[in-house]
Nanobody, 124 residues
Framework: QVQLVESGGGLVQAGGSLSLSCAAS????????MGWFRQAPGKEREFVAA????????YYADPVKGRFTISRDNAKNAVFLQMRSLKPEDTAVYYC?????????????????WGQGTQVTVSS
């Protein structure tokens, strides 16, 4: 079992940058595929990015391609989301998720463990 804690959210102006972190507790972090999702007010939670366990292949939702970068540090049991050129529509609660030995999924049900989320607000 793994526990996830996100950090790094906050308020930023449009065009700015923000970096989110997700710290994982438990063993075997390197064997977990990690994902980031977000949920804006009044909307369903949506996929943002994922990084595969093992090879480290990265996947991105179309709205964030070229602006967001997902990375992981297995030695530190952490996954990161670097966000650049932020837009007001990026405003949401961002969640970290984990799935053991799983192929990276764009769907919530592909992940077993979830963090509590961190708020990102982008002002125009």
């Amino acid at each position: 079992q793994v526990q996830l804690v996100e950090s790094g959210g906050g308020l930023v102006q449009a065009g700015g940058s923000l970096s989110l972190s997700c710290a994982a507790s438990g063993r075997g972090f390197s064997t977990y595929t990690m994902g980031w999702f977000r949920q804006a007010p009044g909307k369903e939670r949506e996929f943002v990015a994922a990084i595969q366990w093992g090879a480290g292949n990265e996947y991105y939702a179309d709205p964030v391609k070229g602006r967001f970068t997902i990375s992981r540090d297995n030695a530190k049991n952490a996954v990161f989301l670097q966000m650049r050129s932020l837009k007001p529509e990026d405003t949401a609660v961002y969640y970290c998720a984990a799935a053991w030995l799983a192929t990276a999924s764009l769907r919530e049900r592909g992940y077993t463990y979830w963090g509590q989320g961190t708020q990102v607000t982008v002002s125009s």
